[in-house]
């Protein structure tokens, strides 16, 4: 049985998202730099320098970085590959995220002192192959997501002292482990060399073909034309943690988003980070978790297979739409010296705009020129501006996403907290 509590492991796309992960109450983050991560357009966002500077922010607070070189590399990119191998490792990260057992062999060889990881791109269902990867000096491996808890206990009762991961909450890849090729036919970008252009959510129009005389035609669906015939809705384990944990297989939850909005990183992070909290204090509660996630972007939920097999299910597959917009829309983002946010939509004169905290701030009610800060009935924290202000004092009628200049805040507010209110437009993105 493990015994020590559980980790939550939350994506981080670019250095701002990785405080904004350990900030709203991730144990730790994963991100990668350049083309051997899995994740091209995240890793895009982070340099070397930017990636250490977000490891010492994470080890400050005792946190902890794992870096994803989990790309499948071919004969002529090794010798980069060693480099890259090399250079990450100076960097300081607690584990690499690896998925190719010959990318595991060089980082052993190259940085021993460095745990692996094994991504669930290696597609790991039982313990025979777990154990090969343990005989490698692998520490934890991601399963593959279409494992069943059932199956995650035996690899625990095989191999109790490695570590086990499961993905708790985020998109779903259609394919096996999200090994694909749609997107490498259809656009030239390979999913397994990080950049898949997601074809899979498109809305596709289906044709029938007579092949004994050539006859055409478009098969029409209503409402609209065509499906989304291949658009996995998104995973949400967050009703099952409770089972989970009780398992006492699991090490570590994992939340998949690296190109996912701040919003997501702050509000996935800090729902599991309570559910988590609120196990091991007797109080777990679903519902609270859930209208939490039901407020960030999403293509619909499905518990997916960890609970049930896919035969017993058919609810995993959204044809509708490509993507909702999510309850609420952001619309500031407290900067870090606390005094002043940064439009993310829009805010006016006199109006209540939520205030979403990191985990368990305690913010102060105030009031004066500027505006105030105060609790509801509903036992949330509102802000209401009398006057929008910048940091030089210049008055504004409103304040757009466009506009960069700071504004001042009534009172001071933590770091990376932000406003929301809720989002009463067209809620689907097609």
């Known amino acids: ?11 981080a796309g670019n250095l701002e998202k990785l405080k904004i992960a350990i900030k709203y109450g991730a144990d730790a983050v994963y991100a990668g730099v350049s083309h051997f991560s899995l994740r091209i357009r995240a890793g895009k966002e982070f340099t070397f320098e930017t990636f250490k500077e977000g490891i010492d922010y994470a080890h400050a607070r005792g946190k902890r970085v794992y870096a994803t070189i989990n790309g499948f590399p071919f004969n002529s990119q090794i010798d980069l590959l060693k480099k890259h191998i090399l250079t990450m490792a100076e960097l300081g990260p607690d584990a ?5 057992p010959g990318v595991v062999r060089l980082c052993r060889e190259l940085a021993p002192q460095i745990p692996i990881h094994l991504s669930t791109q290696a597609n790991v269902l039982n313990y025979m192959d777990a154990q090969v990867f343990w005989d490698m000096g692998v520490k934890r491996i991601v399963v593959a997501r279409e ?11 095989h191999l109790p002292d490695m570590e086990i991961e499961i993905f708790a909450h985020g998109s779903m890849c259609f394919a096996y482990s999200g090994r694909c090729l749609v997107s490498a036919v259809q656009m030239g970008r390979v999913p397994n060399r990080g950049s898949c252009a997601n074809d899979c959510r498109f809305e596709y129009t289906l044709y029938a073909v007579n092949e004994d005389h050539g006859t055409l035609f478009r098969l029409e669906e209503e409402p609209g034309v065509g499906t989304y015939i291949f658009n996995s809705k998104d995973l ?15 090490n570590a939850l994992k939340i998949e988003g690296r190109t996912k909005s701040p919003y997501y990183a702050a509000v996935t992070a800090k729902a599991y980070r309570s559910a988590i909290d609120d196990y091991y204090a007797g109080k777990f509660d679903a519902d609270i978790y859930q209208k939490e996630l039901h407020t960030t972007k999403n293509r619909g939920f499905t518990d997916a297979y960890l609970i049930h097999r896919p035969f017993e ?7 509708d739409y490509a993507l909702s917009k999510g309850s609420y829309e952001v619309t500031g983002l407290v900067t870090e010296d606390e005094e002043h946010f940064l439009c993310k939509y829009k805010v006016y004169p006199n109006e209540d705009i ?24 509903d036992g949330l924290y509102y802000i209401n501006f009398k006057k929008i ?14 506009n960069v200049n700071k504004i001042k805040l009534p009172g001071k507010l933590p770091y990376l907290t932000m406003f929301r209110i809720e989002n009463l437009e067209d809620n689907i993105v097609e």
């Open 1 to 11: 049985m493990n015994n020590q509590k559980v980790e939550l492991l939350s994506p």
């Open 96 to 100: 690499f995220i690896v998925a190719a």
């Open 147 to 157: 494992i069943s808890l059932k199956d995650v206990k035996e690899i625990k009762k």
């Open 236 to 250: 949400n384990l967050a009703s099952h943690i409770q089972e989970i944990l009780d398992s006492g297989a699991v």
């Open 313 to 319: 299910k058919t609810d995993s597959q959204n044809h």
């Open 354 to 377: 939520e205030i979403f905290t990191p985990k368990d701030e305690i913010l102060t009610e105030c009031e004066n020129e500027i505006g105030k800060i105060f609790k509801k009935e």
């Open 389 to 402: 202000l910048t940091e030089t004092g210049k008055e504004l009628e409103s304040v757009h996403s466009g």
